[in-house]
C-alpha cells in the first residue's frame, strides 16, 4: 500500500511524497504545491551510499561501543567545553530532540547562520516579523519579481504558479528565469541596496507609491525618501551597472498591479546583508505591498514561527558562521559538514583537528566525517517519525517511519540514550509526536501550521509600523578582483547528494576552458578547473555550494547584523598557471 510523507531536505518546498509498495518516492499528486513531482535530488535518494556503522578513528565499532566512547567524553568534559553543532542537512522537527539532551547538560550551542540571517535581520529591522507568501499567495499576483533567487534549481515547485505572470528577475547571472523573464537586470553583484534606494526615489517622484498605506502604517517615508536623495544618481547607476531606462521599466511593468517580491539569500551574503533586504521591503513599503492579497516582500521565513516545541533550548551560544572548535573538549556535529560548508575551510579543518574529541552524526561520508574521531551514523528520514514545517510555506506535514533499518539512529534514540545515561527528564516518543500532531491543522488533506496569516501583515506590524532604514554605508567597494558568486547547484543540495566542480567564467574573461587557475582571497589560495558559462557577467566567477574546497575562499567574517556568514564579501583574483 502506498504511503505518505514529507521531504525534510533544507528546500522551500517541502513536498509530499508518496512511497509506493516497491519502496519508489513519488510526488504526491493530490498536494496543491508538489502536484506529482520532485525535483533531481529527491528522484535520485537511495538509502545507498550511507554510512552504516559507527567508526573510532577509521575502524568499525558497534554502536554500543560508540555510547560508551561518547558518554564517557561527555562525563569528563567541562559543560563549558562542550559545543552542540547543528547543521540544516535535515530540517524537520525531530532533529531539534537532541538539544534538548545538549541544553539541559547546560552545553554551548550556536546561533546566527550560514544561510540567511542577515536578510532577515533586515526584515525583523523593518516589519517585526518574518512572513512568507505561500505559493497560493502568490499565485494570485500579477507580477513577480526574483531578486537574487533562483526559482529552477531551489523552488521548482513555484513554477507552475506563474504562468501568465509578468516575471522580473535582478540578479547577475542570466540564470533560467531569468532567460524566460519579461525583463532581466544583470546587476552587478552587492549593488542591491542601491537598486532599491533607486526604484523607492522614483516610485516617488513618479507618484506610483501608494500614499494611503504608507500614511497608516510607515509614516516616516518621507525620511526615507530623503535617505534615497542621498544616491547620487549616475555616478551610482553606473557604477551598479543598471540603466534608468531599465528602473522605468521595472516601475512601469509594477505600476497599479498585484507584486510579489520573492527575494533569495543571493542578495545578503554580505557584511551589510540586513540592510540590503531592509532597502528592498523599504521599496516593498513604498509600493504598498504589504498586507494585502497577492502582494508582499517574501524572504525565507521562519519554519518555527507558530509552533511550540517541546524540547529545552540552548541557553548559552556562539555564533555559528565564526565557531572555533579547537576551543572546546567535545564538538558534537549533527546533520552539518562545517569542514565543507562553513566559511574559512582551512581555519576551521585546523579548529576541528585541534579539538579535544570529535563527533559527526549524520548519514553520509563527508569532509567533517573524515576527521571525525567518533563517527555515528544517523538513520533516513523514511526509517524514523518526524514532523516537517517549512521556510517557504505554512505546512507542517507528519513524517511516519516508512522502512524498519538496521543501519543507524534515529535523533530521538540516541537522545533517549543520552538522558538516561545523565538522568534528564525524557518522554516516550509518542509524546513528541503527538505534541506535534496538535498543532497541525489539517485541511484538504495537508497539514498546516496553526495561527499563521492568510495574508501576510494584514493587521499591520508588530512594531505598530513599518521601520524604514534610516542610515546607509555609502561605501562602494571596488577592489581588485572577481565578484565570488557562490550559489545553488541543480543536482545536488549544499554537500549532499551530487556536488559540483570547478570555477565558471564567461567565456570571454580571459581564461580558457580546462586550464587550471589559481584562485585566491584574504590569505587562502585554491586551483580549479575552469569551465564556461555564458550566463555570467564578465567581472564574476562562480563557484557552487558544494563544490569541494570552495569554502577555503570565503571570509571568516559575521554581517553587521545576524550573525550570519558572508561568503560572498570578498573578491577573488584570479591567476593563471
Ligand atoms: N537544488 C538545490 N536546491 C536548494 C539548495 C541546494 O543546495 N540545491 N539549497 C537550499 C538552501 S540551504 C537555501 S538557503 C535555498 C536558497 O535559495 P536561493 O536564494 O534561490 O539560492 P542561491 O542559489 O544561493 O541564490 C540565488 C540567486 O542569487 C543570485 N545572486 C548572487 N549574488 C547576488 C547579488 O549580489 N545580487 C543579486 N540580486 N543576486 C545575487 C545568484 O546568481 C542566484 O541565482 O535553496 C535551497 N534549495
Ligand atoms: N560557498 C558556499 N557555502 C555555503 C553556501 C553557499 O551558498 N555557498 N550555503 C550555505 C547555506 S545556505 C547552508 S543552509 C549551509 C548548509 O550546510 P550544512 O548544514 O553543513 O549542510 P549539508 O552540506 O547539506 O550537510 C548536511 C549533512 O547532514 C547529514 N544529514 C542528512 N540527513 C540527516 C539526518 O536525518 N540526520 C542526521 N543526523 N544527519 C543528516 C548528511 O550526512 C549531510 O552530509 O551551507 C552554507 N555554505
Ligand atoms: S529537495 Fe525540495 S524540491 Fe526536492 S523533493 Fe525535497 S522539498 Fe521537494
Ligand atoms: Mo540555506
Known amino acids: 500500500m502506498n504511503q505518505t510523507t514529507a521531504c525534510p531536505l533544507d528546500c522551500y518546498d517541502a513536498c509530499r511524497i508518496v512511497v509506493d509498495e516497491n519502496g519508489k518516492l513519488k510526488g504526491d499528486k493530490s498536494h496543491p504545491v508538489t502536484r506529482g513531482y520532485l525535483c533531481p535530488n529527491l528522484n535520485h535518494f537511495t538509502q545507498q551510499n550511507r554510512l552504516l556503522s559507527p567508526q573510532f578513528r577509521g575502524d568499525e565499532i558497534s554502536m554500543e561501543r560508540a555510547f560508551e566512547l561518547l558518554i564517557e567524553v561527555l562525563k569528563n568534559s567541562k559543560n563549558d567545553q562542550i559545543l552542540y553543532y547543528r547543521g540544516s542537512g535535515n530540517v524537520s522537527l525531530m532533529q531539534r530532540s537532541c538539544e534538548h539532551f545538549f541544553a539541559s547538560i547546560k552545553a554551548v550551542g550556536t546561533s546566527g547562520s550560514l544561510c540567511d540571517g542577515a536578510g532577515e535581520a533586515g526584515v525583523l529591522a523593518g516589519r517585526g516579523s518574518n512572513e512568507v507568501l505561500s505559493p497560493q499567495m502568490i499565485d494570485e499576483s500579477e507580477v513577480v519579481i526574483f531578486w537574487g533567487r533562483n526559482p529552477h534549481t531551489t523552488h521548482s515547485h513555484l513554477l507552475p504558479f506563474l504562468e501568465g505572470k509578468t516575471v522580473i528577475v535582478i540578479d547577475p547571472v542570466k540564470t533560467s528565469i531569468a532567460q524566460s523573464a519579461d525583463l532581466h537586470i544583470q546587476i552587478k553583484p552587492h549593488c542591491d541596496l542601491q537598486l532599491a534606494l533607486l526604484l523607492s526615489r522614483f516610485a516617488i517622484i513618479e507618484g506610483i507609491h501608494d500614499e494611503a498605506f504608507l500614511q497608516e502604517h510607515a509614516s516616516e517615508y518621507?525620511?526615507?525618501?530623503?535617505?534615497?536623495?542621498?544616491?547620487?544618481?549616475?555616478?551610482?547607476?553606473?557604477?551598479?551597472?543598471?540603466?534608468?531606462?531599465?528602473?522605468?521599466?521595472?516601475?512601469?511593468?509594477?505600476?497599479?498591479?498585484?507584486?510579489?517580491?520573492?527575494?533569495?539569500?543571493?542578495?545578503?551574503?554580505?557584511?551589510?546583508?540586513?540592510?540590503?533586504?531592509?532597502?528592498?521591503?523599504?521599496?516593498?513599503?513604498?509600493?504598498?505591498?504589504?498586507?494585502?492579497?497577492?502582494?508582499?516582500?517574501?524572504?525565507?521565513?521562519?519554519?518555527?514561527?507558530?509552533?511550540?516545541?517541546?524540547?529545552?533550548?540552548?541557553?548559552?551560544?556562539?555564533?555559528?558562521?565564526?565557531?572555533?572548535?579547537?576551543?572546546?573538549?567535545?564538538?558534537?556535529?549533527?546533520?552539518?559538514?562545517?569542514?565543507?560548508?562553513?566559511?574559512?575551510?582551512?581555519?576551521?579543518?585546523?579548529?576541528?583537528?585541534?579539538?579535544?574529541?570529535?563527533?559527526?552524526?549524520?548519514?553520509?561520508?563527508?569532509?567533517?566525517?573524515?576527521?571525525?574521531?567518533?563517527?555515528?551514523?544517523?538513520?533516513?528520514?523514511?526509517?524514523?517519525?518526524?514532523?516537517?514545517?517549512?521556510?517557504?510555506?505554512?505546512?507542517?506535514?507528519?513524517?511516519?517511519?516508512?522502512?524498519?533499518?538496521?543501519?543507524?539512529?534515529?535523533?530521538?534514540?540516541?537522545?533517549?540514550?543520552?538522558?538516561?545515561?545523565?538522568?534528564?527528564?525524557?518522554?516516550?516518543?509518542?509524546?513528541?509526536?503527538?505534541?506535534?500532531?496538535?498543532?497541525?491543522?489539517?485541511?484538504?488533506?495537508?497539514?498546516?501550521?496553526?495561527?499563521?496569516?492568510?495574508?501576510?501583515?494584514?493587521?499591520?506590524?508588530?512594531?505598530?509600523?513599518?521601520?524604514?532604514?534610516?542610515?546607509?554605508?555609502?561605501?562602494?567597494?571596488?577592489?581588485?578582483?572577481?565578484?565570488?558568486?557562490?550559489?545553488?547547484?541543480?543536482?545536488?543540495?549544499?554537500?549532499?547528494?551530487?556536488?559540483?566542480?570547478?570555477?565558471?567564467?564567461?567565456?570571454?574573461?580571459?581564461?580558457?576552458?580546462?586550464?587550471?587557475?589559481?584562485?585566491?582571497?584574504?590569505?587562502?589560495?585554491?586551483?580549479?578547473?575552469?569551465?564556461?558559462?555564458?550566463?555570467?557577467?564578465?567581472?564574476?566567477?562562480?563557484?557552487?555550494?558544494?563544490?569541494?574546497?570552495?569554502?577555503?575562499?570565503?571570509?571568516?567574517?559575521?554581517?553587521?547584523?545576524?550573525e550570519s556568514a558572508v561568503y560572498q564579501e570578498i573578491k577573488i583574483k584570479v591567476i593563471k598557471k
Not at 327 to 344: H, R, S, T
Not at 442 to 467: A, K, L, S, T
Not at 510 to 520: P, S
Open 222 to 562: 518621507n525620511d526615507f525618501y530623503e535617505l534615497t536623495q542621498s544616491v547620487r544618481i549616475k555616478a551610482t547607476l553606473d557604477f551598479i551597472d543598471v540603466s534608468l531606462g531599465q528602473i522605468g521599466a521595472i516601475l512601469e511593468l509594477m505600476k497599479g498591479k498585484k507584486c510579489a517580491i520573492l527575494v533569495g539569500v543571493g542578495v545578503q551574503k554580505y557584511r551589510n546583508g540586513a540592510d540590503v533586504l531592509r532597502s528592498i521591503d523599504g521599496f516593498g513599503a513604498i509600493m504598498g505591498l504589504f498586507g494585502k492579497r497577492g502582494c508582499g516582500v517574501s524572504y525565507l521565513g521562519n519554519s518555527l514561527s507558530g509552533i511550540d516545541l517541546p524540547f529545552e533550548s540552548l541557553s548559552r551560544r556562539i555564533s555559528k558562521p565564526t565557531a572555533d572548535f579547537s576551543k572546546y573538549n567535545c564538538v558534537f556535529v549533527q546533520g552539518a559538514n562545517p569542514l565543507a560548508q562553513m566559511p574559512n575551510s582551512t581555519g576551521v579543518r585546523h579548529a576541528f583537528a585541534s579539538a579535544g574529541f570529535t563527533v559527526y552524526f549524520g548519514l553520509y561520508e563527508n569532509e567533517t566525517s573524515r576527521s571525525a574521531d567518533l563517527v555515528i551514523p544517523a538513520k533516513t528520514f523514511l526509517e524514523k517519525n518526524d514532523f516537517r514545517s517549512s521556510y517557504g510555506d505554512y505546512t507542517l506535514q507528519e513524517m511516519p517511519q516508512i522502512f524498519q533499518s538496521e543501519s543507524g539512529i534515529s535523533e530521538y534514540e540516541l537522545t533517549s540514550r543520552l538522558c538516561n545515561a545523565f538522568g534528564v527528564q525524557w518522554e516516550d516518543e509518542s509524546y513528541y509526536l503527538d505534541f506535534f500532531r496538535k498543532q497541525m491543522d489539517v485541511r484538504d488533506g495537508v497539514g498546516y501550521r496553526r495561527n499563521v496569516p492568510e495574508i501576510p501583515y494584514e493587521n499591520g506590524f508588530e512594531n505598530g509600523e513599518f521601520e524604514f532604514l534610516d542610515t546607509i554605508d555609502a561605501d562602494i567597494d571596488d577592489n581588485e578582483g572577481f565578484y565570488l558568486i557562490t550559489s545553488k547547484y541543480g543536482q545536488g543540495l549544499n554537500s549532499q547528494f551530487k556536488r559540483a566542480g570547478g570555477v565558471y567564467f564567461h567565456p570571454d574573461a580571459g581564461f580558457d576552458e580546462d586550464a587550471v587557475v589559481q584562485l585566491v582571497s584574504h590569505s587562502c589560495s585554491v586551483e580549479m578547473r575552469v569551465r564556461h558559462d555564458n550566463r555570467l557577467r564578465k567581472d564574476c566567477l562562480l563557484i557552487y555550494s558544494g563544490t569541494p574546497d570552495v569554502n577555503v575562499l570565503t571570509p571568516p567574517h559575521l554581517s553587521y547584523e545576524g
